[in-house]
């Protein structure tokens, strides 16, 4: 697709965020929104060819507006999601798309209580094994470090004064790659995005170890 068409239909919808506006223009919407899903698959295949993904999801223009202060119809942004296939492969791999705000990410995003408490006491008993995979140069070219909300303390029943505190405040483990208006529009982007989303793999796997075992290395999935 046209990334440049897709860009400067978003910088409107941002500048023009109303129903009237975006009625006129949804015949441009239905023809980016078909040709973004085309992308989206183009990526898949992509991926495809070096993890198992599920089906790609595309996520439509129209925000949910009941439970937030703003009130704006519509998002400035198209975005899809992959995620990984079967309960012993986690994580999900995210793309966004919007004018000087373009990103690739991916990890776990507030899992839940059960899940941030398995993964913060493999940290407090060994925050070691990460380090290396982190310490990849590739990963630290697209992403530098994991990122994420955290408490400013230390949880309950973990002491503050753990090596890996940083780690363990965390309530979330993500990556991010950015990328500018000129790199989205690059013929290559897709190939960058697939080239971001296999370098997060070996970190989606380290976790996704963490997640289906138990502190002894055990496997909790049941088969």
Known sequence: MTMKLLLEFLMEIHQNNNKEWFVANKPRYDSLFIQFKGFVKEVEIGLAKHDQIQEGKVFRIYRDVRFSPDKTPYKS?????????????????YLHVQPGESFVGGGFWNPENQDLKRIRDEFAFDHKSIEPIVAVPIFQKYFGKIEGDALKTAPRGFDKEHPAIDLIRMKQYVVKRPFTDKEVIADDFAEEIVKTFVAMIPFFNYMSQILTTNLNGESILEG
């Open 77 to 93: 942004n198209m975005s899809g999601y992959f995620q990984r296939s079967t309960a012993r492969l986690r994580g999900g791999f």
